[in-house]
């Protein structure tokens, strides 16, 4: 009975740390994180062109 809840348990966390969700994981977050630096960085223009103006 033990050996069965173990080997449950090692099914699902196997499965939450695979390499395939780690990298799903990690793309969504590096893609985020890139999309609000080019948001930074036009706003950062922007105010820049303003101020020297």
């Known amino acids: 009975m033990a050996r069965d809840k173990w080997q449950e348990q090692w099914k699902l966390s196997s499965h939450e740390f695979s390499t395939k969700v780690l990298r799903d994981f990690t793309g969504v977050t590096f893609r985020k994180k890139k999309k609000r630096s080019k948001?930074?960085?036009?706003?950062?223009?922007?105010?820049?062109?303003?101020?020297?103006?």
């Open 39 to 53: 948001t930074r960085k036009h706003i950062f223009r922007s105010r820049k062109k303003q101020s020297s103006h």
